[in-house]
């Protein structure tokens, strides 16, 4: 099928999308924080890159209690990170070089410190009041909501000056907004048409599953909740105002510009997820769901990674059903890494030094030939990999932090917690961006506000920026296969094998043209036979090995081996 023949083409089901975490990018005046200078300082490396879109964690006005997620005026910049001038020049210089920008959307919650909620919480009466979500204390304490990164696990706070509780189901200082509220929706609206007027491409939406509640906090059992929802994410995604919510926002603004809307989707459910992206509801564009980035942990009094490693025919299974929910209408997104998980080539790859650049590399061919838009962690493309710090002293996230100090109030295993953070914990993916062996990897010239991971001597941009056979140069190259070949942006995926325990074979078809996509995920290599009638000797468009083994019944995988291939069907 030609490309010019293929129904309900966008560009950004056809964009890579590369998200750049401000803070550890570039630093450019030694303050030890990244900031939009510096990323201006390197649009051309994003160019080199051969990306389509960036996307940049929240840089608005922010006291940084969550590294930004917690938005004290969402039309003025951080003071740490620049201007709104130099905000305007990086979005002049991304467009000049055919990069979009998109931004992120935070409005399940704001800072404390923002105006609104500082008018909220000063009296009852006040016309801000119900832009938050307060329980009067008359009423007695407020039903159970647990809080992600709150020290006490409670999602209520008791605030003395007008006797009430207020919700928040992140931390203390991010207050959650009332969407039921039709003023504070307007004022949102308003909001988003500012930073599409100055030509933003687009929101990739934080939490935006959770944005309406059930105004009457009904009480919970936890066997409630783990009966109807699974956990309480599923809980906070569940309530049907959410596509009222979402409906409203596509007819008031996002409808009217030519923009990507991308739900961050925690706690929803395959057929929820559905509506979100099904054009004909007019919602949003895409979604990214968690599900793949629960394999492989083990719950229990906090997540850690299984040491044992994770199922791969789990994963082939998670990602194959997400893949069929966006097929037939929508589309998907699909990631392996982003500042809220460790790093790709850790949690998924190999990221010691025998398999570190062959697991990187098929990691990065699995994200960039499957039906969906890739969004790819900065990065990874260099084999950054897990720092796995020892000490919480080094950790800045309140995640860790607040989560460290609730089992130490619990009387918890300290000790097994920090462990499990090595493999787990956010921090490990937001270490300063390695540009090159110098100390501080080329990021600043002051102290980091993370430190650098010390492996930035091995790997960085410098030393695999001119080398044929680095991640970086096989990254670049799988852009360019998968831009040159319709077939892996809009074909249809097949899985093959699917109890296979190393292999994740699968192809594209489109028309009569299809592709036959190998990737061993084990550290052993195999003799694999193809399922199915297919011709061996097909040409290989990408292979992050120097050669490989055909016969006429099977093909030699080296481990961690992934191939590209034209195939025929031969019966
Ligand atoms: O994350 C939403 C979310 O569900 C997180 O609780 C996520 O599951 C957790 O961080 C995984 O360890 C978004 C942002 O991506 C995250 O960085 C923010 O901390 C959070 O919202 C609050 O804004
Ligand atoms: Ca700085």
């Given at each position: 099928?030609?490309?010019?023949d293929?129904p309900?083409k966008k560009?950004?089901?056809?964009?890579?999308?590369?998200q750049v975490?401000?803070?550890?990018?570039?630093d450019?005046n030694?303050?030890?924080?990244?900031?939009?200078?510096?990323?201006?300082?390197?649009?051309?490396y994003?160019?080199?890159?051969?990306?389509?879109?960036v996307?940049?964690?929240?840089?608005?006005?922010?006291?940084n209690?969550d590294?930004?997620?917690?938005?004290?005026?969402y039309?003025?910049?951080?003071?740490?990170?620049?201007?709104?001038?130099?905000f305007?020049e990086l979005?002049?210089?991304?467009?000049?070089r055919?990069?979009?920008?998109?931004?992120?959307?935070?409005?399940?919650?704001?800072?404390?410190?923002?105006?609104?909620?500082?008018?909220?919480?000063s009296s009852?009466?006040?016309?801000y009041?119900?832009?938050?979500?307060?329980?009067?204390?008359?009423?007695g304490?407020?039903?159970?909501?647990?809080s992600f990164f709150?020290?006490?696990?409670s999602g209520?706070?008791?605030?003395?000056?007008?006797?009430?509780?207020?919700?928040?189901?992140?931390s203390?200082?991010?207050?959650?907004?009332?969407?039921?509220?039709?003023q504070l929706?307007?004022?949102?609206y308003?909001m988003?048409?500012?930073?599409?007027d100055k030509?933003?491409?687009?929101?990739r939406?934080d939490?935006?599953?959770f944005i309406a509640?059930?105004?009457?906090?009904p009480?919970?059992?936890?066997?409630?909740?783990?009966?109807?929802?699974?956990?309480?994410s599923?809980?906070y995604?569940?309530?049907?105002?959410l596509?009222?919510?979402?409906?409203?926002?596509h007819k008031?603004?996002?409808?009217k510009?030519?923009?990507?809307?991308?739900?961050?989707?925690?706690?929803?459910?395959?057929?929820?997820a559905?509506?979100?992206?099904?054009?004909s509801?007019?919602?949003?564009?895409?979604?990214y769901?968690?599900?793949?980035?629960?394999i492989?942990?083990?719950?229990?009094?906090?997540?850690?990674?299984?040491?044992?490693?994770y199922?791969?025919v789990?994963?082939?299974?998670?990602?194959?059903k997400?893949?069929?929910?966006f097929?037939?209408?929508?589309?998907?997104t699909?990631?392996?890494?982003?500042?809220?998980?460790?790093?790709?080539?850790?949690?998924w790859?190999?990221?010691?030094?025998?398999?570190?650049a062959?697991s990187a590399?098929?990691?990065?061919?699995?994200l960039?030939?499957m039906?969906?838009?890739?969004?790819?962690?900065?990065?990874?493309?260099?084999g950054?990999?897990?720092?796995?710090f020892?000490?919480?002293s080094?950790?800045?996230?309140i995640?860790?932090?607040?989560?460290?100090?609730q089992?130490?109030r619990k009387?918890?295993?300290?000790k097994?917690?920090l462990?499990n953070q090595k493999?787990?914990a956010?921090d490990?993916?937001r270490?300063?961006?390695?540009?090159?062996g110098s100390p501080?990897?080329?990021f600043?010239?002051?102290?980091?506000?993370?430190?650098?991971?010390?492996?930035?001597t091995?790997?960085?941009?410098?030393?695999q920026?001119?080398?044929?056979?680095?991640?970086?140069n096989?990254?670049?190259?799988?852009?360019?296969?998968?831009?040159?070949?319709?077939?892996?942006?809009?074909?249809f995926?097949?899985l093959?094998d699917?109890?296979?325990?190393?292999?994740y074979?699968y192809?594209?078809?489109?028309?009569d043209?299809?592709?036959?996509?190998l990737?061993n995920?084990?550290?052993e290599?195999?003799?694999y036979?193809?399922?199915?009638?297919?011709r061996?000797?097909?040409?290989?468009l990408?292979?992050n090995?120097?050669?490989?083994?055909?016969?006429k019944d099977?093909?030699?995988?080296?481990?961690?081996?992934?191939?590209?291939?034209?195939?025929k069907?031969?019966?």
């Amino acid at each position: 099928m030609k490309y010019e023949d293929i129904p309900n083409k966008k560009w950004w089901k056809e964009a890579i999308v590369y998200q750049v975490y401000p803070r550890s990018f570039k630093d450019s005046n030694a303050d030890g924080i990244g900031d939009l200078r510096g990323m201006i300082s390197k649009m051309d490396y994003l160019q080199s890159l051969g990306i389509d879109v960036v996307w940049i964690n929240p840089v608005y006005a922010s006291p940084n209690d969550d590294n930004g997620y917690d938005i004290s005026d969402y039309q003025d910049i951080m003071k740490e990170f620049g201007t709104m001038e130099d905000f305007d020049e990086l979005l002049d210089g991304l467009h000049k070089r055919n990069i979009r920008l998109v931004m992120d959307l935070v409005v399940n919650h704001t800072s404390d410190e923002h105006e609104w909620f500082r008018q909220s919480k000063s009296s009852r009466k006040n016309p801000y009041r119900n832009y938050y979500h307060w329980w009067p204390a008359e009423k007695g304490r407020p039903p159970h909501r647990p809080s992600f990164f709150d020290e006490k696990g409670s999602g209520w706070q008791y605030d003395r000056k007008t006797n009430s509780f207020y919700l928040h189901i992140f931390s203390i200082k991010q207050p959650d907004l009332n969407w039921e509220n039709p003023q504070l929706r307007k004022e949102i609206y308003d909001m988003m048409r500012f930073w599409f007027d100055k030509g933003v491409d687009g929101f990739r939406m934080d939490a935006i599953t959770f944005i309406a509640k059930d105004e009457n906090f009904p009480e919970f059992t936890e066997d409630a909740i783990q009966e109807e929802y699974g956990e309480w994410s599923g809980y906070y995604a569940s309530h049907p105002r959410l596509h009222d919510y979402l409906h409203e926002m596509h007819k008031e603004v996002l409808y009217k510009y030519d923009i990507m809307a991308v739900a961050e989707g925690p706690g929803i459910s395959p057929e929820e997820a559905h509506k979100i992206v099904d054009p004909s509801r007019h919602e949003l564009n895409m979604l990214y769901h968690f599900e793949g980035m629960g394999i492989g942990y083990v719950w229990g009094e906090f997540k850690r990674v299984d040491p044992d490693g994770y199922d791969l025919v789990k994963f082939k299974e998670v990602y194959t059903k997400w893949n069929d929910v966006f097929a037939r209408k929508g589309w998907g997104t699909i990631y392996l890494g982003n500042h809220d998980q460790p790093r790709m080539v850790s949690r998924w790859g190999n990221d010691g030094a025998e398999f570190k650049a062959p697991s990187a590399k098929m990691l990065i061919t699995f994200l960039f030939t499957m039906h969906a838009t890739p969004f790819f962690y900065f990065g990874d493309e260099i084999g950054m990999s897990n720092i796995r710090f020892d000490k919480i002293s080094d950790y800045r996230d309140i995640e860790t932090i607040n989560m460290y100090k609730q089992i130490k109030r619990k009387k918890g295993d300290v000790k097994r917690f920090l462990e499990n953070q090595k493999g787990s914990a956010r921090d490990n993916s937001r270490t300063p961006f390695q540009w090159d062996g110098s100390p501080n990897a080329g990021f600043t010239k002051g102290v980091p506000w993370l430190k650098v991971n010390p492996n930035h001597t091995e790997y960085n941009v410098e030393l695999q920026d001119e080398d044929p056979d680095s991640i970086l140069n096989y990254f670049r190259k799988m852009i360019r296969v998968r831009k040159a070949h319709p077939v892996l942006l809009y074909g249809f995926y097949h899985l093959l094998d699917k109890e296979h325990k190393q292999v994740y074979a699968y192809t594209r078809t489109l028309g009569d043209e299809k592709f036959l996509i190998l990737l061993n995920f084990s550290r052993e290599s195999l003799d694999y036979k193809i399922p199915g009638a297919f011709r061996h000797d097909e040409e290989i468009l990408i292979n992050n090995y120097k050669t490989c083994e055909q016969h006429k019944d099977k093909i030699h995988l080296q481990p961690y081996q992934g191939i590209v291939m034209q195939a025929k069907q031969i019966s």
